[in-house]
């Protein structure tokens, strides 16, 4: 077996593996898998002088390569924000020199002005014995009198918010686009994983073999499933010439043989 072949099987067994992985929810299998049939395409496209096959390695490991990095998502869960709560408390300033010894200032004399005389009628009352309406004369408080600090209240830091629970989609590209009403686009897809899979698989990436060729062949070498696709391909062939929409009860059917040729 030469070089070539044996790494086309690597990788077709590799990216088996990775698929039946992700379907049983085993996400670190799957992950390592498919970045190790990357690897091995990438090994190809080393060795690979071909154009035009170098490109055909290139998009299926470009594939696999999202593929690891959606189920990285899905192991690791969303990335934590550092909370202000953890974050260090900034330094507190140095403390003042301590005051030198001396002596205290001198005490202020408060002088309290002499209230008013009383008017002269108002004296002569008074001369007399009389009380009369004297103005009475209210004490004020002294205007040094400290105020009273009211006591500070310690704002508690709020909590942090909830964390959503971030889900990724666990399909294939061509059954997003499905479920995305897509169904043009999800034709296209699908023809192109089966065609990069059936070129993989066989090692047959001459650019003249199209992809009714490619699975005529298949089917000469045993793999019966891919009867079931032709009727795919003949709604690629609507699409490209006539302009076809197709329906959803034939998007769904080429869904249902694509995952299962993809599987087998």
Same mark, same amino acid.
């Given at each position: ?92 300033? !140095?403390? =003042? #020199? ?7 200032? &001198?005490? /202020?004399?408060?002088?309290?002005? $002499? @209230? *008013? +005389? ?20 209210? !004490?004020? =408080? #002294? ?7 009211? &006591?500070? /209240?310690?704002?508690?830091?709020? $909590? @942090? *918010? +909830? ?102």
């Amino acid at each position: 077996m030469s070089q070539t072949k044996h790494l086309l099987e690597l990788a077709k067994r590799a990216a088996t593996k990775a698929i039946k992985a992700e379907r049983n929810r085993e996400y670190k299998v799957a992950f390592d898998q498919f970045l190790r049939a990357a690897e091995v395409l990438n090994q190809l496209i080393a060795i690979q002088k071909n154009q035009k096959v170098r490109d055909t390695y290139y998009v299926k490991a470009s594939e696999y390569i999202k593929r690891a990095k959606e189920i990285k998502l899905l192991m690791n869960g969303p990335s934590t924000k550092i909370e202000s709560n953890d974050l260090p408390a900034p330094p507190k300033p !140095p403390a =003042p #020199p301590p005051k030198k010894d001396l002596p205290p200032p &001198p005490p /202020v004399k408060k002088t309290t002005p $002499p @209230p *008013p +005389p009383p008017p002269k009628d108002q004296t002569a009352k008074m001369m007399r014995g009389e009380d009369g309406d004297a103005p009475k004369i209210t !004490p004020q =408080p #002294p205007k040094d009198t400290p105020k009273k600090d009211k &006591p500070k /209240v310690e704002q508690k830091p709020l $909590p @942090p *918010p +909830p964390k959503e629970n971030i889900q990724l989609p666990t399909k294939t590209t061509f059954e997003l686009l499905f479920d995305s009403g897509k169904y043009r686009e999800c034709i296209l897809e699908c023809t192109k994983s089966v065609e990069a899979e059936l070129r993989v698989r066989m090692g047959l990436f001459d650019e003249q073999l199209t992809l009714g060729m490619l699975i005529e062949r298949a089917i000469s070498k045993g793999m019966e499933t891919l009867r079931e696709f032709k009727h795919v391909n003949i709604l690629l062939n609507r699409i490209e010439h006539e302009n076809y929409r197709p329906k959803q009860t034939e998007t769904q059917k080429a869904v249902e043989i694509t995952t299962k040729i993809l599987l087998s």
